[in-house]
């Protein structure tokens, strides 16, 4: 499990785009692999050193905290292994807290304290003005929402980033429920183009 990081970065893909552009992204989700198989780890040193890893992971980036969250939801519902599983559901509820506390301090604290505000909120302007409206869009809104989930440029991305991995990630319950926030995030934006 402590490799998989590993072949992340060796990964021609992400060399490229590392050789392009560093982007947080690229240490965000090696940070995340590590962060797990540190915590669901039976040894108190890993387990320690994956929360800490995981802290930096969170920290990468605005968006790192609701893929953190979709790992703690993961984790509380059992996609964990059967030896860890107790562990990481109160590891879960604890990761759901703190990147939900990151991601408001990123995304309206921060931006409060520099005089701006953050400069992808209108990305979902078209379901409403607050984050309960983007909740409930399939009831207040289904033909946007449901059309913004089934665009052409969202199920080509949607093929592209799992084709290539034989859809293993998203085979058990627990990858869709990790994987759906990420791809939520991206499809909902009232800018195909992020696809």
């Given at each position: 499990?402590?490799?998989m990081?590993?072949?992340?970065?060796?990964?021609?893909?992400?060399?490229n785009?590392?050789a392009?552009d560093?982007?947080?992204?690229?240490?965000m989700v090696?940070?995340?692999?590590w962060?797990?198989?540190g915590?669901?780890?039976?040894?108190?040193p890993a387990?320690?050193?994956?929360?800490?890893?995981?802290v930096?992971a969170?920290?990468?980036?605005?968006t790192?905290a609701?893929?953190?969250a979709?790992?703690?939801m993961?984790w509380i519902?059992?996609?964990?292994?059967?030896?860890?599983?107790?562990?990481?559901r109160a590891?879960?509820?604890?990761l759901?807290?703190v990147a939900?506390?990151?991601?408001?301090?990123?995304?309206?604290l921060?931006?409060?304290?520099?005089?701006?505000?953050?400069?992808?909120?209108?990305?979902y302007?078209?379901y409403?003005e607050?984050?309960?409206?983007?909740?409930?869009?399939?009831l207040?809104?289904?033909?946007?929402?449901?059309w913004?989930l089934?665009?052409p440029?969202?199920?080509?991305?949607?093929w592209?980033?799992?084709?290539p991995l034989a859809w293993?990630?998203?085979?058990?319950?627990?990858?869709?429920?990790?994987?759906?926030?990420?791809?939520l995030?991206?499809f909902?934006?009232?800018?195909p183009?992020?696809?």
């Open positions: 499990a402590a490799a990081p590993l072949l992340f970065w060796i990964y021609l893909p992400t060399r785009a590392n392009f560093a982007r947080p992204d690229s240490f090696p940070l995340f692999l962060g797990i198989a915590l669901q780890s039976t040894s108190l387990r320690l050193a994956g929360a800490a890893v995981f930096l969170i920290g990468c980036k605005e790192a609701i893929l953190g979709a790992i703690g993961a519902a059992g996609a964990a292994p059967a030896h860890t599983r107790g562990f990481c590891a879960g509820a604890c759901m807290v939900a506390g990151v991601f408001y301090i990123d995304v309206t921060l931006p409060g304290a520099v005089g701006g505000s953050y400069s992808y909120r209108g990305l302007a078209h409403g607050n984050a309960l409206d983007v909740v409930a869009a399939p207040l809104n289904p033909r946007t929402f449901w913004q089934t665009q440029a969202a199920l080509d991305y949607l592209w980033t799992l084709a293993l990630p998203v085979m058990d319950w627990g990858g869709w429920l990790v994987a759906t926030p990420g791809y995030m991206l909902l934006a009232n800018t183009y992020r696809v």
